[in-house]
């Protein structure tokens, strides 16, 4: 058996495992390498992955860095199924077909510059078609309930506690009279993340495969994160000002919206209107709203102590582009929820521009932002941004909340592997830069005893 590492070596992106027995082939994940330089020429189907060879994909999560390439399977020819939970599909089918529709637009708006000039017109990785027909191939696959994967490869998922449906996926492969245990993590959970369960384990492994994004630090402690949200909270009542927030559509926005109800319910604060202004949040938001069954005890138990379904005509979708823009003649107390995350593009940008000299206004950075995105200009104390190409100066309260991560940090990464350190397995650190998993190698070095590879895009792993 062997397995070759087709994305996130020594990156956080473009995660995907070859498994290669001598009776099958399967594929685990198969997702987008996103970030600047020349991270689109990677988003191909790389050599030596043939898709109609492939006997069956299998997804740990519906994020686009896990699922982004999966279109380009059926390009080449795949016709297999693609396994997944039940949560995990309807995300993904939300993500790509978000996808599609956001290459469509960049690719249409390069062209156009592009006419007229001895440059070849582009075209993108692939169209709304293509997406709907990889979305038929999907095969629902619950829990803790072991399935015959392929010939020889038996699967088991159990919840990664990362997102809505997420997993982490224990392969059980029989070959020449033998018996290895292949895990992949997924990515990791922090405990106590809201609305979905904590992260299980698994008990034994040859050779674990294990993310390392956050390998090198801890987050903030939620609980002092969200102190910080109750007084920034309190503080915009108290104003009647308003709040925006840049939020990832899927994840971000359903895990703000719980914490705004557990103020709520506690009568911390009344409740007052939140607007879910991204057509992709409010459909990830339904999504959510449509599987209980994966909800974790504090959210069952907020529930029952409080009326939520009630509580939530504060929560007021805004889908189309008029909406938006008479949100900007809204007076508070009123919080804006609005994509992009990382204020790189989407309805977040109207609003900035028109609330970032509004000294009365606040703006709430409750995720990560990359280098050179608007969002770090303002978490670094930006006096003056531009938007659209207007100078728009800084005046607005800006507020960085760390502790809202969705991935696990360095602690509960050697937590979660700890169950599976007796068995003395392989361990693999990929989903991580080099300052991620450098440091978390050396943990386990001397904690386990146990020598971790760090792969390059390509590698192999020999078992």
């Given at each position: 058996?062997?397995?070759?590492?087709?994305?996130?070596?020594?990156?956080?992106?473009?995660?995907?495992?070859?498994?290669?027995?001598?009776?099958?082939?399967?594929?685990?994940?198969?997702?987008?390498?996103?970030?600047?330089?020349?991270?689109?020429?990677?988003?191909?189907?790389?050599?030596?992955?043939?898709?109609?060879?492939?006997?069956?994909?299998?997804?740990?999560?519906?994020?686009?860095?896990?699922?982004?390439?999966?279109?380009?399977?059926?390009?080449?020819?795949?016709?297999?199924?693609?396994?997944?939970?039940?949560?995990?599909?309807?995300?993904?089918?939300?993500?790509?077909?978000?996808?599609?529709?956001?290459?469509?637009?960049?690719?249409?708006?390069?062209?156009?510059?592009?006419?007229?000039?001895?440059?070849?017109?582009?075209?993108p990785l692939y169209n709304a078609e293509v997406v709907e027909r990889t979305m038929?191939?999907?095969?629902?696959?619950?829990?803790?309930?072991?399935?015959?994967?392929?010939?020889?490869?038996?699967?088991?998922?159990?919840?990664?506690?990362?997102?809505?449906?997420?997993?982490?996926?224990?392969?059980?492969?029989?070959?020449?009279?033998?018996?290895?245990?292949?895990?992949?993590?997924?990515?990791?959970?922090?405990?106590?993340?809201?609305?979905?369960?904590?992260?299980?384990?698994?008990?034994?492994?040859?050779?674990?495969?294990?993310?390392?994004?956050?390998?090198?630090?801890?987050?903030?402690?939620?609980?002092?994160?969200?102190?910080?949200?109750?007084?920034?909270?309190?503080?915009?009542?108290?104003?009647?000002?308003?709040?925006?927030?840049?939020?990832?559509?899927?994840?971000?926005?359903?895990?703000?919206?719980?914490?705004?109800?557990?103020?709520?319910?506690?009568?911390?604060?009344?409740?007052?209107?939140?607007?879910?202004?991204?057509?992709?949040?409010?459909?990830?938001?339904?999504?959510?709203?449509?599987?209980?069954?994966?909800?974790?005890?504090?959210?069952?138990?907020?529930?029952?102590?409080?009326?939520?379904?009630?509580?939530?005509?504060?929560?007021?979708?805004?889908?189309?582009?008029?909406?938006?823009?008479?949100?900007?003649?809204?007076?508070?107390?009123?919080?804006?929820?609005?994509?992009?995350?990382?204020?790189?593009?989407?309805?977040?940008?109207?609003?900035?521009?028109?609330?970032?000299?509004?000294?009365?206004?606040?703006?709430?950075?409750?995720?990560?932002?990359?280098?050179?995105?608007?969002?770090?200009?303002?978490?670094?104390?930006?006096?003056?941004?531009?938007?659209?190409?207007?100078?728009?100066?800084?005046?607005?309260?800006?507020?960085?909340?760390?502790?809202?991560?969705?991935?696990?940090?360095?602690?509960?990464?050697?937590?979660?592997?700890?169950?599976?350190?007796?068995?003395?397995?392989?361990?693999?650190?990929?989903?991580?830069?080099?300052?991620?998993?450098?440091?978390?190698?050396?943990?386990?070095?001397?904690?386990?005893?146990?020598?971790?590879?760090?792969?390059?895009?390509?590698?192999?792993?020999?078992?």
């Amino acid at each position: 058996m062997k397995i070759t590492v087709h994305g996130a070596a020594g990156e956080v992106t473009g995660s995907s495992y070859l498994v290669e027995t001598d009776r099958a082939r399967v594929l685990v994940d198969f997702g987008l390498f996103q970030g600047g330089g020349n991270t689109q020429a990677k988003n191909v189907l790389p050599s030596g992955l043939d898709p109609a060879r492939l006997d069956t994909v299998l997804v740990t999560h519906a994020h686009l860095d896990h699922t982004g390439r999966l279109p380009l399977l059926l390009k080449g020819g795949y016709a297999g199924s693609i396994h997944a939970t039940n949560a995990t599909r309807d995300l993904t089918g939300l993500i790509l077909r978000d996808s599609a529709k956001v290459q469509h637009y960049d690719i249409e708006r390069a062209n156009r510059k592009r006419e007229g000039s001895d440059k070849p017109l582009l075209e993108p990785l692939y169209n709304a078609e293509v997406v709907e027909r990889t979305m038929q191939l999907f095969r629902v696959v619950e829990l803790n309930q072991p399935f015959a994967a392929a010939d020889g490869i038996e699967a088991r998922y159990i919840g990664a506690g990362h997102m809505l449906g997420s997993a982490s996926i224990e392969l059980t492969v029989q070959e020449e009279g033998r018996e290895k245990v292949v895990v992949f993590s997924g990515d990791i959970g922090p405990s106590g993340l809201a609305i979905v369960r904590d992260a299980e384990t698994f008990k034994r492994a040859n050779v674990v495969f294990l993310e390392s994004t956050y390998g090198d630090r801890d987050h903030k402690p939620l609980k002092e994160t969200l102190a910080e949200f109750r007084a920034i909270i309190e503080h915009m009542v108290k104003n009647r000002s308003r709040i925006l927030v840049p939020a990832f559509a899927v994840g971000r926005t359903q895990q703000i919206i719980f914490h705004l109800d557990e103020l709520f319910c506690a009568g911390t604060v009344k409740p007052f209107p939140v607007y879910i202004d991204s057509p992709m949040a409010i459909e990830a938001t339904r999504i959510y709203q449509s599987h209980p069954d994966l909800f974790d005890d504090e959210i069952i138990d907020l529930q029952r102590a409080c009326d939520i379904a009630s509580r939530h005509n504060h929560v007021k979708p805004t889908p189309t582009a008029q909406d938006s823009m008479a949100l900007n003649e809204t007076a508070g107390p009123c919080l804006i929820m609005a994509g992009s995350g990382m204020c790189n593009a989407g309805r977040i940008l109207h609003h900035l521009r028109h609330g970032l000299s509004d000294p009365e206004t606040s703006v709430m950075i409750v995720g990560f932002q990359s280098e050179g995105t608007l969002g770090r200009q303002l978490v670094d104390g930006a006096g003056e941004v531009r938007i659209f190409g207007e100078k728009i100066p800084v005046k607005a309260r800006i507020h960085t909340l760390n502790g809202f991560s969705a991935h696990a940090g360095q602690t509960e990464l050697l937590k979660w592997f700890r169950f599976l350190a007796p068995s003395k397995p392989q361990v693999v650190l990929t989903h991580g830069e080099s300052r991620g998993r450098e440091p978390l190698a050396e943990l386990i070095q001397n904690r386990h005893g146990l020598k971790a590879v760090l792969p390059s895009q390509g590698d192999v792993i020999r078992l």
